[in-house]
């Protein structure tokens, strides 16, 4: 079984600035592609920003010169710093994983952790 944990959520002020962490954790054979999601409340789920195992990374408009995704592939750890943060970046944020479990036969698999919740006030 594969599990992803992330830390690092919480409340900071309009242009202050926090990092989230995932770090993925279980059977792990390898690891693809890992990004980073948020929910707003009654809002749809949205990508921000993903990264995959050679580096090369991926973010929404909104988010560009702001945010920046970076990963540990020895740690299986996936980061995200959140600066000049904004109250419409306020949400639930998940992490995600493309992950082949036990061995390279496995098929790869989406796996999500459960959510920090990021608030920003203004």
């Known amino acids: 079984q594969v599990q992803l944990v992330e830390s690092g959520g919480g409340l900071v002020q309009a242009g202050g600035s926090l990092r989230l962490s995932c770090a993925a954790s279980?059977?792990?054979?390898?690891?693809?592609?890992m990004g980073w999601y948020r929910q707003a409340p009654g809002k749809q789920r949205e990508l921000v920003a993903t990264?995959?195992?050679?580096?090369?990374?991926n973010y929404t408009d909104s988010v560009k010169g702001r945010f920046t995704i970076s990963r540990d592939n020895a740690k299986n750890t996936v980061y995200l710093q959140m600066n000049s943060l904004k109250p419409e970046d306020t949400a639930v944020y998940y992490c995600?994983?493309?992950?082949?479990?036990?061995?390279?036969?496995?098929?790869?698999?989406?796996?999500w952790g459960q959510g920090t919740q990021v608030t920003v006030s203004s």
């Open positions: 279980g059977s792990i054979y390898s690891i693809n592609v």
């Open positions: 995600n994983a493309d992950v082949r479990a036990v061995s390279w036969y496995k098929p790869f698999l989406q796996y």
């Open positions: 990264i995959t195992s050679g580096g090369g990374t």
